[in-house]
């Protein structure tokens, strides 16, 4: 079992950043692939970064590519999510994903096991 911890949400102008982070106990970093998710109100939950156990796979959504950055630091059990130049669009509750793994899983949200509460992020315009 895995527990997740999102932070780091919050108010920001369109072209703003922010960074989230996620916390996670239970097992081995190296046991698990991340990712996040996001999710409007009304709206499903989309795939928005993934990275493997050791952080040498990354991925993004081509919504997010270019803006955002997903890394992880498992001496901390830590995994962050970097948003820059961030639009309206952007306006979702932020969820971080574990997926049991020897490598990494992939972007649909039954690839992951567990989750976190998640954190709002509003981007005004």
């Known amino acids: 079992q895995v527990q997740l911890v999102e932070s780091g949400g919050g108010l920001v102008q369109a072209g703003g950043s922010l960074r989230l982070s996620c916390v996670a106990s239970g097992r081995p970093s190296s046991s698990y692939a991340m990712a996040w998710f996001r999710q409007a109100p009304g709206k499903e939950r989309e795939f928005v970064a993934r990275?493997?156990?050791?952080?040498?796979?990354?991925d993004y959504a081509d919504s997010v590519q270019g803006r955002f950055t997903i890394s992880r630091d498992n001496a901390k059990n830590t995994c962050s999510l970097q948003g820059n130049s961030l639009k309206p669009e952007d306006t979702a509750v932020y969820y971080c994903?574990?997926?049991?793994?020897?490598?990494?899983?992939?972007?649909?949200?039954?690839?992951?096991?567990?989750w976190g509460q998640g954190t709002q992020v509003t981007v005004s315009s």
């Open positions: 994903a574990a997926g049991e793994s020897t490598g990494w899983r992939g972007r649909i949200k039954r690839d992951y096991d567990y």
């Open positions: 990275i493997s156990t050791l952080g040498v796979m990354i």
